[in-house]
C-alpha cells in the first residue's frame, strides 16, 4: 500500500479511492434500484476549485448540474434546486453528489495539497482555509462584511462563523472546518430538496454525500462517503429516506 494511502486512511479510515467509489455507487443504483443511468440528471454541490475531479461520474453520466461555489456550499439555492428539478430525464432520478473538500501533502499534512503543473504546496480547500485563518485572526466575534465581488466567500465565513470555537479547539483545525463545511451542506441540500419537491419531475433522489481528500498528481484522490440516501418526493410531507449505507444490499457489496 502506498504511504500516501496509509496516511489517508490514518485521518478517514473509510475513504476509498475516486474510480472505486464511482463503479461501488453507480453500480448499486443500476442493479438494486433499477436505475437507468442513462436517464439519471446527475447534479453536484462541490468546491468549484478545479481539483476535484476525484470520481468519473461525469464521464458515465450526462452534464451534470452544478449547484456548488466556493467551499462546496449549493449557492444556486432555491432557485438552482427548481431549475435542476425541472430537468430530470422523463421516468429517470435525480442523484446529487455533495461535500466539501481537503488536501494532504505527501507527507500527511492536511489542508494543503501538491497540485498539478506546480511544486510548490497550496491551501486545499483554499476558502475554507482563508476562513480558518480570519476566524484566527481575533479573538472577538468574527463578522465579515460583505462585498459585492466576493459574496461567496463572505457567506462562506458567516456560515463558519457559530462553529468559531469548535473549530479553534480541535486538534486539527483544518479537518474540523472541513467537517463542519459537511455538515452545513448537506443540512442546506436537504432542506432546498424540501422547499422545492414539487417542483421535481421524478419520484426519487439519490443523494451522496462525502469528504473529497486531494491527493498530489501522481496519486489517486479518495473520497469519504458520509450519506447515501435515496428521498421518495411522493411521500417527503414526512421527509421519507432510505439509508442506503445501512442496506443489507450495499454492504454485502
Request: aromatic share 10%; charged share 20%; with cysteine.
Amino acid at each position: 500500500m502506498e504511504k500516501i494511502t496509509n496516511f489517508i486512511l490514518d485521518h478517514y479510515s473509510n475513504a476509498t479511492n475516486g474510480s472505486e467509489t464511482t463503479e461501488m455507487y453507480l453500480t448499486f443504483l443500476e442493479k438494486e434500484y433499477n436505475c437507468d443511468l442513462k436517464k439519471i440528471l446527475f447534479a453536484t454541490s462541490l468546491c468549484c476549485d478545479d481539483i476535484n475531479i476525484s470520481t468519473n461520474f461525469r464521464k458515465v453520466l450526462t452534464r451534470p448540474f452544478a449547484m456548488g461555489g466556493l467551499g462546496g456550499l449549493p449557492f444556486s439555492g432555491f432557485t438552482g434546486m427548481v431549475a435542476y428539478g425541472h430537468h430530470i430525464p422523463d421516468d429517470g432520478d435525480a442523484f446529487i453528489f455533495y461535500g466539501p473538500h481537503i488536501g494532504i501533502t505527501d507527507d500527511g499534512v492536511l489542508g494543503k495539497m501538491r497540485r498539478p503543473g506546480q511544486q510548490h504546496l497550496t491551501n486545499s480547500c483554499g476558502a475554507l482555509m482563508l476562513a480558518l485563518e480570519r476566524l484566527k485572526e481575533t479573538n472577538e466575534i468574527y463578522i465579515p462584511s460583505s462585498h459585492e465581488f466576493d459574496y461567496q466567500q463572505t457567506l462562506l465565513e458567516r456560515t463558519m462563523m457559530p462553529f468559531k470555537q469548535q473549530i479553534l479547539a480541535a486538534e486539527l483545525p483544518g479537518k474540523e472546518i472541513t467537517e463542519v463545511a459537511y455538515q452545513c451542506i448537506d443540512k442546506q441540500i436537504h432542506y432546498l430538496i424540501g422547499k422545492a419537491s414539487a417542483e421535481f419531475t421524478c419520484s426519487r433522489v439519490f443523494l451522496l454525500g462525502a469528504v473529497i481528500i486531494n491527493t498530489s498528481p501522481e496519486y489517486a484522490d479518495y473520497v469519504d462517503i458520509r450519506n447515501f440516501e435515496m428521498i421518495d418526493l411522493q411521500s417527503l410531507e414526512t421527509m421519507k429516506s432510505e439509508s442506503i449505507l445501512a442496506n443489507e444490499a450495499f454492504m454485502n457489496l
